[in-house]
């Protein structure tokens, strides 16, 4: 999977879910809507190791991970942020033969 294909993909299925509800989406909306998303995961995870009320469901697990991470996407696009380029800077560049700290 190609993360600017799939920023590209994301962004479109934004435009059809904003356009149906009537949203704005700028990036102070993505931003909120990111840490909705965190919330919703870190629920279904307090529920997965019984820390909540609820029925544990790894599949909802899985589908909020997906939230967040299509809520990023968006989120980088509204904010002018390379994710691959960060990657590649902040993480990848460790499994470089001669990385830095």
């Known amino acids: 999977m190609n993360l ?4 590209a993909d994301v962004l479109r299925i934004s435009d059809i879910y904003a356009a149906e509800h009537d949203i704005d989406r700028d990036r102070d909306w993505a931003l909120l809507k990111l840490q909705e998303e965190l919330g919703e995961l870190t629920a279904e995870h307090l ?3 019984g820390r909540a009320r609820g029925k544990p469901d790894a599949r909802a ?3 909020e991970a997906a939230d967040l991470l299509g809520m990023l996407l968006i989120y980088c696009a509204r904010s002018g942020v390379d994710l691959e380029q960060a990657m590649q800077r902040k993480w990848l560049r460790w499994l470089e033969p001669q990385a830095a700290p």
């Open 47 to 49: 529920r997965l190791t």
């Open 61 to 63: 697990l899985g589908d």
């Open 4 to 7: 600017k294909y799939l920023q």
